[in-house]
Nanobody, 119 residues
Framework: QVQLVESGGGLVQTGDSLRLSCAVS????????MGWFRQAPGKEREFVAS????????KYADSVKGRFTISRDRAKNAVYVQMSSLKPEDTAVYYC????????????WGQGTQITVSS
């Protein structure tokens, strides 16, 4: 059974940094893309960043480019997003997700972790 478990959320202040972790298990992710998404209250879920499990190729939403860095540790079966210069508009529930490189839909999702950025 595939499991994605996020950790590292919390309450921070504007300008702070935070790192989210996603522990992945249950299958081989060699042909997968790992992504981070977020959903703010009253808004739709939005893409934040993604990374290919094997090649480490990354993509970012314009809103986080230059502030967030996604990475993965294949030995630890984990995906991370390092967030810096956090803003109140980054407040959201952050989700880890996974999809096959051959599809566009994410198949697996974590339960989410809350980040609140106070002004």
């Amino acid at each position: 059974q595939v499991q994605l478990v996020e950790s590292g959320g919390g309450l921070v202040q504007t300008g702070d940094s935070l790192r989210l972790s996603c522990a992945v298990s249950g299958r081989t992710f060699s042909s997968y893309v790992m992504g981070w998404f977020r959903q703010a209250p009253g808004k739709e879920r939005e893409f934040v960043a993604s990374i290919t499990w094997t090649g480490g190729n990354t993509k970012y939403a314009d809103s986080v480019k230059g502030r967030f860095t996604i990475s993965r540790d294949r030995a630890k079966n984990a995906v991370y997003v390092q967030m810096s210069s956090l803003k109140p508009e980054d407040t959201a529930v952050y989700y880890c997700a996974a999809r096959s490189v051959f599809t566009t839909e994410y198949d697996y999702w974590g339960q989410g972790t809350q980040i609140t950025v106070s002004s």
